[in-house]
């Protein structure tokens, strides 16, 4: 993790994390969202910066208990990492990472995505799309195109592949 001061930066983690997601690294990524929601979880807050040595936000220089990046890395948690949603040119594409340990069926509500108000469940776990349905209907798409009005169900079934061993 990034440190300065003493202080690790939970907004900086959160592009550790994503990156680490990108790469297949299963334990950076639990890692991650450890070092993210730990202090949100400890001090029933956001705070900006945490001190390295003991994770706790007492002896950092400046702090806030609102700090939109905080707050942002965990919304980036849920929509990037566990939910996989990207959003391209023409459309949202889902590339969805969960690791082992918190396999299970996930569900995100009304997702506005421009016209369209999406209700998205992942299950299963791992890195790998196994199958997609927009609405019940198998999707042989990959990507939900841009023109889509109004509210939809997207639901995306994942193999249960092992991750990839890698150093990253």
């Not at 993790?1 to 592009?15: D, G, I, K, L, R």
């Not at 990046?69 to 939910?83: A, D, E, P, R, T």
């Not at 609405?135 to 994942?158: A, C, E, Q």
């Amino acid at each position: 993790p990034p440190y300065h001061n003493n202080a690790v930066w939970p907004f900086v983690q959160t592009f550790w994390l994503i990156a680490s997601a990108k790469a297949g690294n299963e334990v950076s990524v639990l890692k991650s969202i450890g070092d993210i929601y730990r202090p949100a979880a400890m001090f029933l807050t956001n705070k900006e910066n945490v001190v390295a040595e003991n994770g706790d936000f007492n002896g950092t220089q400046i702090n806030s208990d609102n700090m939109l990046w905080s707050l942002s890395g965990n919304i980036g948690i849920v929509q990037k990492v566990l939910f996989g949603i990207n959003i391209n040119r023409d459309g949202l594409s889902f590339r969805p990472f969960i690791p082992a340990a918190w396999s299970g069926i996930r569900t995100l509500t009304n997702f506005k995505y421009r016209d369209a108000v999406l209700g998205i469940t992942v299950e299963g776990w791992g890195n790998k799309v196994s199958s997609l349905s927009l609405d019940g209907k198998l999707f042989t798409r990959r990507t939900i195109p841009d023109s889509l009005r109004g509210m939809h169900h997207v639901y995306i079934k994942l193999a249960g592949s092992p991750f990839e061993k890698n150093a990253i």
